[in-house]
């Protein structure tokens, strides 16, 4: 029976692998644009590798805080269907996002106590998805893509109004796991199918996908 697992494959650099991740199912590929990440494009490079992605491949681009400026900039050059908002937006700024653009938009929320788990809430009736994540430490450069997984327990049984990802340090080893024992119908993967922080390993790309839907 096929899977109703859907995979987002995050921080490509290269047209090569948002392909291979086509190929091996990924419904969701995401496009980094945070100076500090390792996943850094630049809009020519972000739109080559949009270029590269099938009909039917979701092309995500995840900001920081990002202000209109760099929102327009993206949209005008770069051919994405969803925005990932990686930083502290608030809901309000998710609704401005959301009607500015008509495309859904994706919050990433960072988790790592029952408290944290509660303040989803907030977005839950605003965003389109939810991007569930290990919560970066204070001052942390990166506030994403940082490999680590939080505890999952935390989200076991948990229920919004709206498509939701788990994401945070999964790996082809753990991400059968993680599935089995939160419900997660999506899952998001940057760090834990690469050979170096930015190298993406296509080995690792197509044994991530294939355990996330076997
Ligand atoms: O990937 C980055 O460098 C990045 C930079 C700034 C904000 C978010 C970033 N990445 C988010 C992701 O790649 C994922 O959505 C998520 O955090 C899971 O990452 P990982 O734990 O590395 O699998």
Same mark, same amino acid.
């Given at each position: 029976?096929?899977?109703? &697992? $859907?995979?987002?494959? %995050?921080? =490509?650099?290269?047209?090569?692998?948002?392909?291979?991740?086509? #190929?091996?199912?990924?419904?969701?590929?995401?496009? &980094?644009?945070?100076? $500090?990440?390792? #996943? /850094?494009?630049?809009?020519?490079?972000? #739109?080559? =590798?949009?270029? +590269?992605?099938?009909?039917?491949?979701?092309?995500?681009?995840?900001?920081? /805080?990002?202000?209109?400026?760099?929102?327009?900039?993206?949209?005008?050059?770069? +051919?994405?269907?969803?925005?990932?908002?990686?930083?502290?937006?608030?809901?309000?700024?998710?609704?401005?996002? $959301?009607?500015?653009?008509?495309?859904?938009?994706?919050?990433?929320?960072?988790?790592?106590?029952?408290?944290?788990?509660? +303040?989803?809430?907030?977005?839950?009736?605003?965003?389109?998805? =939810?991007?569930?994540?290990?919560?970066?430490? $204070?001052?942390?450069?990166?506030?994403?893509?940082?490999?680590?997984?939080?505890?999952?327990?935390?989200?076991?049984?948990?229920?919004?109004? %709206?498509?939701?990802?788990?994401?945070?340090?999964?790996?082809?080893?753990?991400?059968?796991?993680?599935? /089995?024992?939160?419900?997660?119908?999506?899952?998001? &993967?940057?760090?834990?199918?690469?050979?170096?922080?930015?190298?993406?390993?296509? *080995?690792?790309? *197509?044994?991530?996908?294939?355990?996330?839907?076997?």
């Amino acid at each position: 029976m096929p899977s109703d &697992v $859907k995979v987002k494959i %995050c921080g =490509l650099k290269d047209p090569a692998h948002v392909e291979l991740a086509a #190929r091996a199912g990924a419904a969701y590929v995401g496009f &980094v644009f945070f100076p $500090k990440s390792p #996943r /850094n494009l630049g809009l020519d490079e972000a #739109r080559e =590798l949009a270029w +590269a992605a099938p009909v039917g491949l979701a092309k995500v681009a995840l900001v920081v /805080n990002a202000d209109d400026a760099q929102l327009d900039a993206i949209n005008d050059k770069v +051919a994405i269907d969803m925005w990932q908002l990686h930083g502290s937006e608030s809901p309000e700024r998710v609704a401005e996002i $959301k009607a500015r653009y008509g495309l859904p938009v994706m919050k990433a929320v960072g988790i790592a106590t029952r408290d944290d788990v509660a +303040a989803i809430d907030l977005y839950a009736g605003i965003a389109d998805q =939810l991007l569930i994540d290990a919560k970066a430490p $204070k001052g942390a450069e990166l506030p994403g893509g940082r490999g680590l997984p939080f505890d999952w327990e935390l989200v076991v049984r948990k229920y919004w109004p %709206c498509p939701w990802m788990l994401a945070g340090g999964l790996t082809p080893e753990n991400v059968g796991r993680a599935i /089995n024992l939160t419900g997660a119908r999506q899952v998001d &993967v940057s760090s834990g199918v690469e050979s170096a922080p930015g190298v993406k390993d296509p *080995e690792l790309v *197509e044994a991530f996908i294939k355990a996330a839907l076997a």
